[in-house]
T-cell receptor, first 113, second 114 residues
Framework: GQQLNQSPQSMFIQEGEDVSMNCTSSSIFNTWLWYKQDPGEGPVLLIALYKAGELTSNGRLTAQFGITRKDSFLNISASIPSDVGIYFCAGPFLDSGTYKYIFGTGTRLKVLA | DSGVTQTPKHLITATGQRVTLRCSPRSGDLSVYWYQQSLDQGLQFLIQYYNGEERAKGNILERFSAQQFPDLHSELNLSSLELGDSALYFC?????????????FGPGTRLLVL
């Protein structure tokens, strides 16, 4: 079935470092969404991308919609301890005539103070 | 606070039992989605309702069912529970029927089956 693969699976970084992660698919997506999930909480939408090549920022976060429409990237600049959590990419895909959302495998971020 | 509410927050029950999870979408949202998240796993889409009608179905077991009521709140019913059903169950809502709009997630219900 459809899968979204995220890389890296997990990472430890020092506070103040920049972080990069990506999400790839074997199929074309028309929308890419990036969510962050804190432990025991629901995912929170960070950035939504709707157009190939689009680059969108939300504070220290920047996400890009890959020009092939099969990937997306999320960057976090100058990381802080509260950036810790799981980052998921997600997107809708057409299945049997209806759109369903699929979530990536997640990137677990741990920030060392 | 996303505006989506879920109750209960925690639920502990035994194998073979039946439970009902409840979700109230954001004001004005017509779509409700249900997801299952097992320990350290991603979110698995279960089912979507739009304005009271089933819209899309994902990997939902036959032992599970859902409905959306006229006031747009939704319930997910889990029956004949098994140990492997222990997970976080999230509800999300959005304005439209699906495709390009974003979803807003509730805080989840943590189900533990003993």
């Amino acid at each position: 079935g459809q899968q979204l693969n995220q890389s890296p699976q997990s990472m430890f970084i020092q506070e103040g470092e920049d972080v990069s992660m990506n999400c790839t698919s074997s199929s074309i997506f028309n929308t890419w969404l990036w969510y962050k999930q804190d432990p025991g909480e629901g995912p929170v939408l960070l950035i939504a991308l709707y157009k190939a090549g689009e680059l969108t920022s939300n504070g220290r976060l920047t996400a890009q919609f890959g020009i092939t429409r099969k990937d997306s990237f999320l960057n976090i600049s100058a990381s802080i301890p509260s950036d810790v959590g799981i980052y998921f990419c997600a997107g809708p895909f057409l299945d049997s005539g209806t759109y369903k959302y699929i979530f990536g495998t997640g990137t677990r971020l741990k920030v060392l103070a | 606070d996303s505006g989506v509410t879920q109750t209960p927050k925690h639920l502990i029950t035994a194998t073979g039992q039946r439970v009902t999870l409840r979700c109230s979408p954001r004001s004005g949202d017509l779509s409700v989605y249900w997801y299952q998240q097992s320990l350290d796993q991603g979110l698995q889409f279960l089912i979507q309702y739009y304005n009271g009608e089933e819209r899309a179905k994902g990997n939902i077991l036959e032992r599970f069912s859902a409905q959306q009521f006229p006031d747009l709140h939704s319930e997910l019913n889990l029956s004949s529970l098994e140990l492997g059903d222990s997970a976080l169950y999230f509800c999300a809502s959005s304005v439209l029927a699906g495709g390009f709009e974003t979803q807003y997630f509730g805080p989840g219900t943590r189900l533990l089956v003993l």
